[in-house]
């Protein structure tokens, strides 16, 4: 009886163990050669283990290279502390205040170094609904794992022997094309409630389903999202429309009812026959735009999804009896207010989509001078971009975008030519502006 009662607890304590080993997968199981991670990363754990430290890439580049796709950027996971990582790179900086983080420049390339993460306690600083606020707690590479989202994400590459090690069943999960939660969800949400909008994210971009003990939980904690920081916000609805996936998120989002707590204003968006074909057609653009390879402008992103409630407050000025042009201005401050207080959009990219959306009226002026003042604005090409999808959801008439097609690509006379006759009354503006010739004095001579 002895025996075995000893037997069963050297049996639990082993097996206790057992779960804090990683699986060590080999190359010639995963085939990710250390050359296809950026030198950059190559280079920065290299020097770490020179200085005695453990250094692996980490996360999303691993489990992108795990599916095929080719990662966005590479982060580091270590041992060291922040300091002993800024004192071992000299172009280095730390920055973050929930939890420090370190930036190390290599070239063109900059990488984000984090030091192992330790087990939250009850000393940890949180707010009323449990959310993380202060997270500068450091612990074993094992901690640092299971604080990791995602089964996908808590996996780590040492470029040094090519192995992946795996502390989570991450690789399996990926092979049955599950995203997985580490630990109880909604422990996990009220920690950080980022992680749904990440879940829907990485689900539409990788084509993983969503585990079920992760997804229940997220439409009945979406409220938790009213707690977290505007800029934070802004930043994970960024990724999402830049993801090369949005139409798929966008979609999601609104299923797991998760698009009030981020937009407040997307589920009437979507609920607009005309809205929601607009936004569809501009997220679909940008999807085609993120796949080949170009830029895309976080300005015209927010300028699309927001500009049917600039219509709708628009249309409600100019009816009380609002000039036109005050009007849309008044109606652009209107709705940049009320999604301020959910997004940190920043001046410089609330000025862009100011920008985009004051060259609309513009685009109906087809005589005179100024269609040619119009080529001649810096934002021109994004607000005539915006027309195009204007278009292409059936909001103007064609025609007005075909006539700009042809004449930003005609040569001058065919300008001219293409110019509309202005109206009566333009031209009595016009001449109404023109200066009188001054009265004759005294010093005149007489002619």
Known sequence: MIRKLISRVFSGKKAQASRHEPAVIPVSSHGITRDRISSGSRRVCETLQEHGFKAYVVGGAVRDLLIGADPKDFDVATN??????????RRSRIIGRRFQIVHVMMGQETLEVTTFRGTLDEKTKTDEHGRVLHDNVFGSQAEDAARRDFTANALYYDPATEAVLDYHHGVGDLKARTLRMIGEPRARYREDPVRMLRAVRLAAKLGLSIDPEAKKPIREMADLLENVPAARLFDEMLKLLTSGHSVKCITQLRDEGLHHGLLPLLDVILEQPMGEKFVMAALANTDDRVRRGKGTSPGFLFATLLWHEVLAHWEKLKASGELKIPALYQAMDYVLDVQSEKLAITRRIAGDIKDIWSLQPRFEQRAGKRPYALLEQPRFRAGYDFLLLRAQAGEIDNEVAE?????????????????????????????????????????????
């Open 80 to 89: 060291a502390t922040p300091e002993e990582v800024r004192r071992a790179f």
């Open 403 to 447: 006539w700009w097609t042809e004449f930003q690509n005609a040569d001058g006379n065919q300008r001219g030519e293409m110019l509309l006759p202005e109206a009566a009354g333009d031209k009595k503006k016009r001449r109404r502006k023109r200066k009188k010739p001054a009265a004759a004095t005294a010093d005149t001579p007489a002619t």
